[in-house]
């Protein structure tokens, strides 16, 4: 075995943090078999032999974009007939039925419409909360707080607090992609930078929100890019605690303007998966995301690193428009099953992570129609 890789060893088995150059051995030099054992080892280590999911819908209440980052499919511009905003009604619906569905979270982000200003995306938060107030509403990410920051030339800390009112729970970990200028330069150069990224988090972090972490794998980026990516994670972590996922996303070619790239092999997804939960030593939870991955390959992640496949995620449209062919919406029996064949105990979690005890399982209640009540 390359020398450098049975220094990583010992230092992943003595509790020891990985560096910079650690990181790049893996990239260059492990094999998936090593890369795997090492990061079940602190999977394991971490979160026992628990898979978690969650009962989740997903809100876009706009795809109109002022923004035109090269991977995304699911932008429109202003007058395109494939742009579309929610109206309020369309938006109280869709929370309804995920409340309906049993679901304990409401995951909101969208694009950046050109003529709605920051109360329009309060006044969002603000109706579904006051109707549906059991639903955690984890929204809008670093990009989006970013964008209302240019438009209201107001402090973040203030318009977190509004929205804080308004309903909001916690950040999901959008809009990261790649840190390094070299790569979003390129990707999308005129939304948040990476230090804005970071910062936008932090900010959330000290008015008491949790929140996610994502980065966008397989594009443009070298390994140098993606080593980078996570230190920089890994320091704000450090700083703060804040967060609580992270979640690697591979890029998707379809109906975009790199669509030349070829979609990352099942091979380089698990490598990913495992390279972020070694580095990440201070992330509690690695989301392996169905939706992104496909089932198959977010099961087998779950020896890889992965503790965590989401929700049920219904309404999802980001990776649909983008080539994913994985379904629109996984059961909790679905789920559940995907779980324990791959040797895991299945545990339904809140957006923040405490176990939901239901009285009456949900794929019974969607059966019977009876009341669910959340223990
Ligand atoms: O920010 C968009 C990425 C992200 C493509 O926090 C693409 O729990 C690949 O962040 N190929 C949105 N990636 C999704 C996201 C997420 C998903 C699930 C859970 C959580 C969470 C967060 O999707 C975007 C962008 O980085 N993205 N288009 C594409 N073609
Ligand atoms: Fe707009 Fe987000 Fe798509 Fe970029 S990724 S074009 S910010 S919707």
Redesign the pocket.
């Known amino acids: 075995m390359h020398h450098a890789l049975e220094t990583i060893s010992k230092k992943v088995h003595a509790g020891e943090r990985l560096t910079f150059d650690d990181g790049m051995v893996l990239e260059h030099h492990a094999d998936l078999h090593y890369l795997g054992e090492l990061a079940n080892l602190v999977r394991e280590r971490k979160n026992g032999n628990t898979a978690y999911y969650n009962v989740n819908t997903h809100l876009n209440p706009t795809n109109v974009c002022v923004y035109r ?1 090269q ?4 932008r429109a511009d202003l007058k395109s007939p494939k742009g579309y905003v929610m109206s309020d009604e369309q938006i109280l619906e869709r929370a309804r039925g995920a409340v309906g569905r049993g679901a304990t979270e409401l ?1 909101v ?1 969208g694009g950046l419409h050109h003529l709605k200003g920051f109360d329009w995306y309060k006044h969002i938060l603000a109706i579904i909360h006051a109707e549906c107030p059991s639903l955690h509403l ?1 929204a809008w ?1 670093a ?1 989006e707080w970013d964008w209302f920051q240019r438009l209201t030339k107001r402090p973040l800390e203030e318009l977190m607090g509004e929205m804080i009112e308004a309903g909001l729970g916690s ?7 790649i840190f390094h200028p070299d790569v979003r330069g390129v990707l999308c150069e005129h939304k948040a930078d990476g230090e804005e990224w970071i910062k936008v988090h932090r900010t959330a972090h000290k008015l008491g929100l949790r ?2 972490a ?1 980065m ?1 794998y397989g ?1 443009i980026e070298k390994p140098e890019h993606r080593i980078d990516h996570l230190l920089k994670l890994r320091a704000l972590q450090d700083e703060t605690g804040g967060f609580q ?1 992270f ?1 690697p ?6 109906n ?1 303007r790199l669509s030349h790239i070829p979609k990352p092999s099942g091979l380089m997804d698990l490598r990913q998966m495992a390279i972020g939960r070694l580095m990440l030593d201070n992330f509690p939870h690695v ?1 392996a ?1 169905w ?2 991955l496909g089932v198959k390959t977010a099961q087998v992640a779950l020896s890889y690193g992965a503790d965590d496949i ?1 929700g049920t995620v219904v309404h999802e449209i ?2 649909h428009d ?2 994913s062919d994985s379904p629109q919406e996984m059961t909790v029996a679905d789920l559940r099953k995907l779980i324990e064949e791959a040797g895991r105990v299945p545990v339904e979690r809140d957006t923040l992570y405490n176990q939901v005890v239901r009285s009456v399982p949900t794929e019974k209640r969607w059966a019977t129609g009876k009341k669910l009540s959340l223990v």
Do not use: Q, R, W
Request: glycine share 10%; charged share 10%.
């Open positions: 980052c991977f995304c499919a699911f995951h982000v984890k990410t990009v950040l999901p970990g959008g809009g990261a992609e929140s996610n994502t966008l594009s996922t979640i996303l591979a890029f998707h070619p379809e975009n989301k995301y939706v992104m989401d980001i990776y983008a080539g």
